[in-house]
């Protein structure tokens, strides 16, 4: 009866699932609103965007709209979860409070296990509100629909066969059903009581837990041991052939632990990801039946039996592999976090004014509203990292003035699912698979960045060429002037928005602070910017920030009197004074506080006041409207306070709602490393991916990038991440290459199957905005993203690129063998020039050859033929390791062992590209001036380009 939801974006680490922009610009946005308006801004009957992207992400995500009390359990349960997750980045797995006058209050504290399972319990939860078990479209609910008319025309309506078989329909249904999308079935109710038990087991029994991890899952008690009152229930299905009575209470509660995670991962990622993952779990348990000596998969079936005790405890009660192993630890560390950081920005209006930021900055420009769109989707790629949400929500409003201003449905929509894809790998917000690479090989997030950056950059660039060179071929122009704001006048607006994006940089880069405290430390100061830009205007401005500098002035003194805070120093809890500058740093520390206090109080102060500056998400204000509404206190609506409050509430609860499907996926996904680690297979599947490629680097890199599309194929990119990382982790490491690189180009590959046909979930959700043909939709997509097909192999080859670095000396199995450059390398010319300048600067003039090759423009028309000297141009340019790596594995396949120099090489082969683009650039020129007047349109675009 169940119905596979079609798959969603990971969610790696994203925006609020229905998160809207509106462009602040009124005529921009009259522009935006013509599929529903005229081009004056005259409104029609048409729905808005806010509500095309509303419906849009519901319907690809298949989330319920939820009222009354469902939809409070929702918003408690969801504060509940920030709320969580921000004390563990505050303060840890100790739960511990100081309050004056009364001292420590210790409330506990939590092993790791314990976290993990709670992290999931609350992702579980949600789930089981949120997302439907079925809505009866599916293939099998369609089938069974037919079984009561078939018995009505065969039997007569009043057989009591066919009353009885109606009224199990009727039972299922109300047990399962959810057709519209707005109500929790009782199986969800007792779904979320099963879920709830597991974790409360995990926090009351962690003792008994701790000595099963060591004696096995049999020597615990049974659940009649535990619930007496269940012994006849026990009974009656032991006697049925299932050995209830001979199991565990601790089995039957992780065996339904993980059954509850592959539902919920059908229900949120589809029943693709859940089949995998399923068969990985069947496999643990029979895979040893597989003949050993079976052609290729006979090296699957050199494991040990394994009990389903041993495999339910490894998969379940284990922090090292399993549902709680790495993935998901990262992300109780790291993803919430950022995930929050993302909400709280996006609710604060920072998405919207990040949209009209892109439209004053190139509106005007050739191709104004493309280049917009690319710009809006980078922006908001730094605050969510997911493709479908950010395709939604910018597409919204930038793919129907691309279509107003002359370009084709199919490629408006390519350009924003293209460009919304990079938001995954472009720093400091990437995708959740980001923060993965941290944990898997130990890296500093702050590398992870600056490896990053180039590449991104890269592909931004690339898609900005490409439709500079479209709108240069069809004459599309810009929006006129008089119908924007001018840049200056929109950043003195809003300049603070890109405060939190700074300080996060800052921490992760300048004072090199932990993932989790540099999103802790950054999410507490968009709390207190965004509480001090509501309580600032004209007659507050002074005393706010008088109030501000006098309680800092007060805590300096006190810690460079006592060393402690005014309170601690009034309660006497003070000591020895510290040195000025330590003192300050203190205070700085502390001045996020001290700035969210003030604020508050003075919005309590002056509830009616305005706030100039501050223009809350939409969201927001409905929020707060329904919960006035709902209290009987409408008038609260207006109340600054209360909608600063709303602010926070929205914020954390939307977090809580985008990580859900993020921790749902990383909780499956973590099962396939764990199968792979404890079933003892990851040695033997190295050495049969190694004889695959026949020692190739190269051929290795087109296996993992073929398998990273074809998996990642409507499958989440974290998941892509994670399943490929344990399969041809091992595999790649075995070559001498970094392992930043290689996880970064599996990365860059489960991000392109968001745009690669046949499924292409961000290409899709931008033909439904564009209202074009899908599948068209993602073959443009793909084609202006071909860069991000490239880019991976270049780095990798070169690892200049993403400015890695060989340690010199370095013993090549040492824990690290490359390292981020420094200046110190930047000033060795004679490394730097020929191995990170010469092909950075080549693989960005090589995009400007790819462009000419796919878009069939510079300057004028390009041929086929002189497409395909283009193409060759731009592989030369960017990635000449391809053609000598390949041409060295062919020959040494032949037993001819040819060592190439492989730097000289690469320079001259990219000498000879640049040389062959120069030529037909300047070719292309000369023709499009040689007529009797140069095009205005193909001069100065090509130019720019």
Do not use: C
């Not at 960045?449 to 069809?474: D, K, Q």
């Not at 119908?483 to 809003?494: A, I, N, P």
């Amino acid at each position: 009866m169940t119905s596979d939801p079609p798959p969603t974006d990971d969610s790696d680490v994203s925006t609020p699932d229905t998160a809207t922009a509106t462009p602040s610009t009124a005529p921009a946005t009259a522009d935006v609103l013509t599929d529903g308006g005229t081009a004056d801004g005259t409104a029609t009957t048409d729905s808005s965007p806010e509500q095309d992207a509303d419906e849009l992400v519901e319907e690809l995500e298949r989330r319920r709209s939820l009222r009354g009390p469902a939809a409070i359990a929702v918003l408690l349960i969801g504060v509940t979860f920030s709320a969580f997750q921000m004390w563990l980045a505050a303060h840890g797995f100790i739960f511990q409070l100081s309050l004056p006058l009364v001292g420590e209050v210790s409330l506990g504290s939590l092993q790791s296990l314990q976290v993990n399972s709670l992290h999931v319990t609350f992702a579980l939860l949600l789930t089981f509100l949120l997302f439907p078990a079925t809505q009866g479209d599916g293939a099998l609910s369609r089938r069974l629909s037919r079984v009561v008319p078939a018995l009505e025309t065969r039997l007569g309506g009043t057989n009591p066969v066919t009353r009885g078989a109606r009224g199990v329909r009727g039972g299922i249904r109300w047990l399962l059903l959810d057709p519209d999308r707005n109500r929790v079935t009782p199986i969800d109710v007792v779904l979320m009581i099963v879920a709830a038990l597991t974790s409360l087991y995990m926090l009351t029994e962690f003792d008994e837990i701790n000595s099963l991890r060591a004696l096995g899952l049999d020597g615990g008690r049974t659940t009649t041991e535990v619930f007496g009152f269940l012994e006849l229930p026990v009974q009656v299905i032991s006697s049925l052939g299932i050995p209830l009575d001979e199991v565990s209470y601790a089995f039957v509660l992780g065996a339904l632990g993980i059954l509850l995670v592959l539902e919920a991962t059908r229900r949120t990622l589809g029943a693709y990801l859940m089949g995998i993952v399923g068969m990985f779990i069947v496999y643990a348990r029979y895979g040893f039946l597989i003949p050993r000596d079976a052609p290729l998969v006979g090296v699957l079936g050199q494991i040990q039996q394994t009990a389903w005790s041993d495999v339910i405890q490894n998969l379940w009660y284990n922090t090292a592999n399993g549902v709680f192993g790495v993935p998901v630890r990262v992300s109780v560390q790291f993803i919430y976090i950022f995930i929050l950081f993302g909400a709280f920005l996006e609710m604060s209006g920072a998405g919207r004014w990040f949209i009209d930021l892109a439209y004053s900055a190139t509106g005007r420009r050739k191709g104004g509203p493309a280049k917009a769109s690319i710009l809006a989707s980078g922006f908001m790629g730094t605050i969510s990292g997911s493709s479908i949400a950010n395709t939604v929500t910018t597409g919204a409003f930038t793919i129907p003035l691309m279509k107003r201003t002359g370009y084709r449905p199919e490629f408006a929509g390519g350009v924003e699912a293209s460009a919304s894809s990079g938001g995954q790998i472009l720093p400091p917000v990437m995708g959740a698979a980001a923060f993965l690479i941290v944990e898997f090989i130990g890296v500093p997030f702050a590398d992870v960045i600056v490896a990053a950056t180039v590449p991104a950059l890269v592909f931004f660039f690339g898609v900005w060429v490409m439709v500079h060179l479209e709108a240069s071929r069809a004459g599309i122009g810009g929006v006129d002037a008089s119908e924007l704001v001018t840049l200056r006048s929109h950043l003195k607006r809003g300049w603070f928005y890109l405060l939190p994006i700074g300080l996060l940089l800052y921490y992760l880069i300048g004072a090199r602070l932990t993932v989790a405290r540099s999103a802790w430390f950054t999410l507490v100061a968009i709390a207190a910017l965004i509480a001090l830009v509501a309580a600032y205007n004209d007659r507050t401005r002074w005393p706010l920030l008088g109030t501000i500098a006098g309680l800092a002035a007060v805590e300096f003194v006190a810690y460079l009197v006592a060393g402690t805070t005014v309170v601690g120093a009034l309660t006497g809890s003070g000591g020895t004074g510290m040195a000025p500058s330590a003192a300050a740093a203190a205070v700085v520390g502390e001045l996020g506080w001290i700035v969210l206090a003030v604020s508050f109080f003075t919005l309590l102060a002056r509830p009616h006041a305005d706030a100039p500056l501050l223009d809350y998400d939409d969201q927001v204000d409905e929020a707060t409207e329904t919960a006035t509404g709902a209290l009987g206190r409408p008038q609260l609506a207006d109340n600054r306070a209360v909608g600063y409050f709303s602010f926070v509430v929205r914020s954390m609860e939307a977090g809580a709602r985008t990580a859900t499907p993020v921790v749902i996926a990383v909780a499956a996904a973590g099962v396939i490393p764990g199968v792979i680690s404890t079933t003892g297979l990851g040695p033997n599947l190295t050495t049969l991916i190694l004889n695959v490629a026949g020692g190739s680097l190269v051929l290795l890199l087109v296996i993992t990038a073929i398998a990273s599309i074809i998996l990642g194929m409507g499958m989440p990119t974290t998941v892509t991440y994670i399943i490929l990382v344990s399969l041809l982790g091992s595999a790649i490491a075995s070559f001498d290459i970094p392992l930043l690189a290689a996880h970064l180009f599996i990365l860059y590959f489960g991000v392109i199957a968001d745009i690669t046909p046949p499924v292409a979930v961000a290409a899709y959700a931008a033909s439904g905005v564009a209202k074009s043909d899908p599948f068209q939709t993602g073959i443009e997509a793909f084609s202006l993203s071909l860069n991000k097909v490239i880019v991976p192999f270049a780095f990798v080859l070169v690892p200049g690129i993403v400015l890695l670095r060989r340690i010199p000396g370095a013993d090549p199995d040492a824990d690290q063998v490359y390292r981020v450059i420094g200046f110190s390398d930047v000033l060795d010319l004679g490394y730097f020039v020929p191995e990170v300048l010469i092909p950075i600067v080549g693989v960005f003039l090589g995009v400007v050859a790819l462009g000419a090759t796919v878009i069939g423009f510079l300057y004028t028309d390009v041929s086929w033929f002189e497409r395909a000297l283009f193409a060759l141009a731009a592989l030369l340019l960017m990635a000449p390791g391809l053609l000598f790596n390949s041409v060295e594995s062919l020959l040494g396949l032949v037993g001819m062992n040819v060592g190439f120099g492989t730097v000289v090489l690469d320079l001259a082969l990219r000498a000879v590209g640049g040389v062959l683009f120069a030529a037909l650039a300047l070719a292309n020129r000369r023709r499009s001036g040689s007529g009797a007047e140069p095009s205005e349109q193909t001069e100065p675009g090509a130019s720019e380009a």
